[in-house]
């Protein structure tokens, strides 16, 4: 009967030999049912590596030893005389549910391309830094310096870390950029950069060294990673108060990604006699990712 419960709460169910694992991914929450016989230590295992609240419900009494172990290691337990009281919180649905991170019937912020491509042809962002200004934030004496316009697979997303008290926060909705050559990924605001049809001057223009299909798992690695949250787990357990630290990167099912648009961003590479300094022609940022595979 709990089993059936905690499915129509949201949770999955799964069972595990003479156990019952009940997960629900929106607000990282699980719930394991066994025999009072299985010690917490044991049972522990059973837990995703991600869930911020942690609870075992037993058969039966499992003994102040049990409960001594769980304590140390945050988890709640709960029997037959302490499940009635608990079993509100372990039902109540999470504040924000997977239906906001997509598209209503209104489209609030339906997840296009993240540029608005007003001319046939416009896939390079502008350059803001020119030679000169390159040359003062380079630093080298003497190098050879080249524009070369860089590869990016670019989509909108939104995705719904957790709280840092546990539970869900709010929407975020950012830019994921992959680099095509390189394979990292960085995020970008919205409305920093500007499209243009072509670059003045010389330069050469990279080729994307990895498909569409392998950014997509690059770009959901990195929003997991960049939107990993610190959250800080409290419970009260007879007279101590449990604190527990824990890194919680969002779920896959929260996060959603829109269609890549291949851009082109201006990066100079300032190349002398001490080695090579690459920027990005629109921040001044120093960085040497884009190097990997430019002969």
């Known amino acids: ?57 037993y058969d039966d009494d ?12 945050g988890i709640e337990v709960l029997d037959p005389s302490t499940l009635g009281s608990a079993l509100g919180e372990l039902l109540l649905p999470s504040r924000i549910g997977p239906e906001e991170l997509d598209d209503g019937p209104g489209g609030g912020h339906p997840l296009e391309p993240p540029f608005v491509l007003t001319l046939e042809g416009q896939r390079t962002v502008r350059p803001r830094i020119d030679r000169a200004e390159a040359e003062a934030l380079a630093g080298v004496d003497g190098p050879r310096y080249t524009l070369r316009l860089v590869p990016f697979f670019v989509a909108a997303y939104r995705v719904r870390p957790a709280s840092p008290h546990g539970g869900t926060g709010s929407i975020v909705r950012q830019l994921i950029a992959v680099n095509a050559v390189s394979r990292r990924a960085e995020a970008w605001r919205d409305g ?42 409290t ?8 604190i527990e630290a824990r890194r919680i990167p969002p779920s896959a099912e929260d996060i959603r990604l829109g269609p890549f648009v291949l851009l082109y961003v201006p990066h100079w590479y300032a190349e002398g006699s001490d080695g090579r300094v690459v920027l990005d022609a629109v921040t001044g940022r120093r960085t040497s990712e884009v190097e990997a595979s430019v002969p």
């Open 62 to 73: 499992p003994g102040p030893v049990a409960r001594a172990l769980a304590a140390d290691r």
């Open 1 to 57: 009967m709990l089993g059936r419960l905690l499915e129509a709460a949201g949770y999955r169910i799964e069972a595990r030999g003479d156990a019952v694992t009940a997960v629900r991914p929106r607000d990282h929450r699980a719930v394991v049912l066994v025999a009072s016989a299985r010690s917490p230590a044991e049972v522990e295992t059973f837990f995703p590596p991600d869930a911020v609240h942690r609870a075992i419900v």
């Open 235 to 242: 419970e009260q357990h007879g007279g101590a108060l449990v």
């Open 192 to 233: 920093d950069r500007e499209l243009v049809t072509e670059v003045d001057g010389p330069h050469q223009r990279l080729s994307p060294q990895l498909s569409e299909g392998q950014a997509l798992a690059i770009a959901v690695e990195a929003i997991r990673r960049i939107h990993t949250v610190h959250v800080d787990h």
